[in-house]
């Protein structure tokens, strides 16, 4: 893990990068490397997240100022300007039940290659994938996601980058922290190595490739 | 008492003590103020939380902890948090006891079109579809009618929410249950009658000799 600024933590993402980002309507999400990612106007961006939150709050600044060009969620519906972005067909969106994302975000870090679940199963989700039958039961087979990038937030981290999350804010974010080839953190509180005692460090520091310093 | 205040009331007489329910957003949150002192219901919050209890008072929000809206909530004693993963595995994974959702349609097979209307509103399923497919009882808790129209229709135009029937729907007019199969009149609100019910419902009941009057 390497500390660095939030400025040259979003230099490293490129245009039309692929990028999980924490947060449920906005709570937990890393509202520092949004803001950077609309300071440096980071176009075309391909998100994964659970919703779109509002505008003016989390995620919602990214279509604020339009930088999206796809997002995979599970609800978009607070959001009227994601709504609207997607009437013009301006953003691809892609609606995945939200137990079925997080599934599938926990497969593409733990190196599955997908999950069984029957949430969809004789929907419109079952649409174009592969249904398959276990003891009488019907599953669907979702496969797994990853991207290049994961912003995660964190209530605590320690020098190391060992974290730890509070509330309702941990969400999609340990989650996350495990399926990204490179993973940003920022946290509401950069303690001593030993502050998180290992029973409660919920993302081990080794997953954790830059951790966002104080200003 | 307005239509909301019946729906919530009676399905608060459907929770047992020591339930894990999910309340949806909408009409199934008001649920939660009914509930009997002492009973003991555990209400999960599908963004990470059991135990949330009632929105804390003016200045006393903690901005880490929301409902799924994104609206303060409290926790109370007793309270756990998680994140999504496990979150979604208690609700699939059948630890569940009663998930309370919104509708938009059920039909007489007791499935559930609750998500999305094509080309006017799409708003994404969240976690409807896993409550659905995942909780041991599911209770829909809707107006009987939309504009006139019967919501509780033979079979659902709208998308489906999940393959998996529902098991009860409460209406402001009347509880509704899946009898062998037959969707079936269960009981009507205080001061409806029978024939009241099934003049403003699309889908064919089973009337049975007795339809005892909603006790709220």
């Given at each position: 893990m390497k500390a660095i600024s939030v400025e040259e933590a979003v230099a490293k993402i490129p245009n039309g990068a692929t990028i999980m980002v924490g947060g449920f309507m906005g709570v937990g999400t890393p509202e520092r490397l949004l803001d950077e990612l609309v300071r440096q106007k980071k176009s075309e961006l391909a998100i994964i997240a659970n919703d779109a939150a509002v505008p003016g709050s989390g995620i919602g600044k990214l279509f604020d100022a339009s930088l999206v060009s796809a997002i995979t969620a599970s609800?978009?519906?607070?959001?009227p300007k994601v709504q609207e972005q997607m009437m013009a067909k301006k953003i691809a969106v892609t609606l995945v039940p939200q137990g079925t994302l997080v599934e599938r975000i926990r497969c593409g870090g733990c190196g599955l290659g997908g999950v069984l679940t029957p949430?969809?199963?004789?929907?419109?989700?079952?649409?174009g994938k592969q249904r398959i039958e276990i003891n009488g039961k019907h599953f669907l087979l979702e496969t797994a996601l990853r991207s290049q990038f994961a912003l995660v937030h964190a209530f605590l981290a320690d020098y190391l980058g060992n974290l730890s999350y509070a509330l309702t804010a941990r969400n999609f974010n340990p989650v996350m922290a495990m399926a990204a080839d490179t993973v940003i953190v920022t946290a509401e509180h950069i303690v001593p190595?030993?502050?998180?005692?290992p029973d409660h460090?919920?993302?081990?520091?080794?997953?954790?490739?830059?951790l966002i310093a104080n200003r | 008492m307005d239509p909301q205040t019946i729906i919530a009331k009676r399905v608060a007489l459907e929770l047992r003590p020591g339930n894990l329910v999910n309340l949806g957003i909408g009409?199934?949150?008001?649920v939660a103020n009914y509930v009997p002192p002492g009973l003991n219901v555990f209400f999960q919050s599908e963004n990470g939380l059991i135990g949330t209890g009632p929105i804390p008072e003016?200045?006393?929000?903690?901005?880490?902890l929301t409902d799924a809206g994104g609206r303060p909530i409290s926790a109370l004693p007793g309270a756990s948090t998680f994140d999504s993963a496990m979150s979604f595995a208690l609700i699939r994974g059948g630890h569940v006891d009663i998930t309370v959702l919104g509708g938009l349609q059920v039909d007489a097979e007791g499935h559930l079109a609750n998500w999305m209307i094509p080309?006017?509103?799409?708003?994404?399923?969240g976690g409807a579809m896993d409550l659905v497919s995942g909780a041991k009882r599911v209770i829909v808790a809707m107006q009987h009618a939309a504009k006139g129209k019967?919501?509780?229709?033979?079979?659902?135009?709208l998308p489906l929410t999940s393959a998996r029937p529902v098991d009860l729907i409460v209406t402001d007019i009347a509880v509704i249950g899946f009898v062998d199969g037959k969707i079936t009149l269960l009981e009507t609100a205080p001061g409806v009658n029978v024939a009241e019910v099934m003049a403003v419902t699309e889908a064919e009941l089973t009337i049975p000799d007795k339809v005892p009057e909603m006790k709220i």
């Open positions: 609800h978009i519906g607070l959001n949430t969809g199963a004789g929907t419109i989700v079952e649409e190595v030993g502050v998180i005692a460090v919920v993302t081990p520091a080794p997953l954790v490739d830059y | 009409i199934p949150t008001l003016q200045g006393m929000a903690h901005p880490l080309g006017k509103m799409v708003p994404g399923m019967s919501k509780i229709v033979r079979r659902c135009g």
